[in-house]
Nanobody
Framework: QVQLVESGGGLVQPGGSLRLSCAAS????????MSWYRRAPEKEREWVAT??????AYADAVKGRFTISRDNAKNTAYLQMNNLKPEDTAVYYC??????????????WGQGTQVTVSS
C-alpha cells in the first residue's frame, strides 16, 4: 500500500533553514509528480509546492525561499526551506500528484513533520 513518511522538521529561529524529506513507497515514484502541503494551527491544509517533470511551482507565500526536489533512485522528495518565518509554522505533508495543478493522488497521508519557527 502507499506509504508517505515525512521527516526533517523541528524548531528553528526566524531566518533559519530546514530540509524536509518524504520517503515514498507502494507506487511507482518516478511516474508521479510530488507536492508538499502544510497545515497551520486552526487552518486548513494548504498547498506549498509541486515538482512535476522539470517544472516546479510554489505558493506565493514561499516562492523564492523554498525549493522542491527529488531523488528517484531513493524514492524520496525533499523540500529545502530557507529564510523561515514564524508564519511557516505548520505540520508539513507530502503526496503524489498526477500532473501539475492536480489534487493529491492518494487519499492516505503520512503523519507529517512539525516545523516550528520561533525565537
Amino acid at each position: 500500500q502507499v506509504q508517505l513518511v515525512e521527516s526533517g522538521g523541528g524548531l528553528v529561529q526566524p531566518g533559519g533553514s530546514l530540509r524536509l524529506s518524504c520517503a515514498a513507497s507502494g507506487f511507482t515514484f518516478s511516474t508521479y509528480g510530488m507536492s508538499w502541503y502544510r497545515r497551520a494551527p486552526e487552518k486548513e491544509r494548504e498547498w506549498v509546492a509541486t515538482g512535476y517533470g522539470g517544472i516546479k511551482a510554489y505558493a506565493d507565500a514561499v516562492k523564492g525561499r523554498f525549493t522542491i526536489s527529488r531523488d528517484n533512485a531513493k524514492n524520496t522528495a525533499y523540500l529545502q526551506m530557507n529564510n523561515l518565518k514564524p508564519e511557516d509554522t505548520a505540520v508539513y505533508y507530502c503526496n503524489a500528484v498526477h500532473q501539475l495543478g492536480s489534487p493529491p493522488a492518494f487519499g492516505s497521508w503520512g503523519q507529517g513533520t512539525q516545523v516550528t519557527v520561533s525565537s
